[in-house]
């Protein structure tokens, strides 16, 4: 992430989930949004990465029972894209091309 010939891709789903922990930790959601927004690029959430995320989900929930939706399109788009997912979240651990911090 620190090397600047790469780029940070964000999917727009993770915003939810960071305005969520904002307003559960009374941060303010506004300066993050604008972090996000300098250094990463948002990425939209086709109609092809909603129904790729079903079928992640179903696959995924053979070995995590609570693996949801929002972490399928993370996976979704990761495949679309060719990149890799760097998360904090156990739910990717063991999946293809996720770097666990």
Known sequence: MENE???I???ECCLAELKGWAIREGVDFEELYRIVRKL????CITTGD????ATV???MRKKAKD???MDALIVSQQRRLGC???S?????????GAVLL
């Open 5 to 7: 010939n790469n780029v």
């Open 9 to 11: 891709y964000t999917p």
């Open 40 to 43: 990463s690029d948002i990425h």
């Open 50 to 53: 909603w129904l790729d995320a």
């Open 57 to 59: 989900r179903s696959e």
């Open 67 to 69: 693996f949801g939706m």
């Open 84 to 86: 890799k997912v760097v």
């Open 88 to 96: 904090g979240d156990a739910h990717f651990e063991g999946v293809e």
